[in-house]
């Protein structure tokens, strides 16, 4: 092998061995998914997500400090259900607990996805801009907000 491809190949497997160390280098911490998150996606058992607005439902998932969480879910013309679990990171997982069945979640892009029993629940927290068209959407017709989230 001549120089000039030595050279190529040491600078090519550089470059890799840089890409593959800093793939992983970030860590989720507390911070990341601490707040409160809105259930914007929802898919029950197959490829087609859509909105629970559609079914008339809403779910706020309120991540608490000290490993506590709520989950408020209301179906339009019924009061609003809560239910308490509990939540952790774990080997860079977050990890949620509901009646003693834990589940692995992803944490990506801002957007924390749930996979149990068939059921996939995307959620996200609400931006500035997302926030002040909800607080418009409140003060105009509470059914807006489903299209602001």
Request: aromatic letters at 8%; charged letters at 20%.
């Amino acid at each position: 092998m001549n120089k000039k491809m030595r050279l190529w190949v040491a600078g090519t497997v550089g470059v890799l061995m840089t890409g593959l160390m800093s793939v992983n280098a970030y860590a989720l911490e507390e911070k990341d998914v601490i707040g409160t998150w809105y259930v914007n996606e929802l898919s029950m058992g197959g490829d087609i997500l859509f909105h629970p607005g559609v079914m008339g439902m809403e779910v706020t998932v309120d991540i608490k400090e000290g490993g506590q969480m709520e989950t408020i879910t209301s179906y339009r013309g019924e009061e609003p259900e809560a239910d308490q679990s509990e939540w952790k990171i774990e080997n860079d997982k977050l990890l949620m607990t509901y009646s003693d069945q834990t589940v692995e979640c992803e944490y990506a892009d801002g957007k924390i996805t749930i996979t149990a029993d068939g059921t996939t629940m995307i959620q996200r927290k609400p931006t500035a801009m997302i926030f002040q068209y909800i607080m418009i959407g409140m003060s105009i017709n509470q059914s807006m907000i489903i299209h602001w989230i």
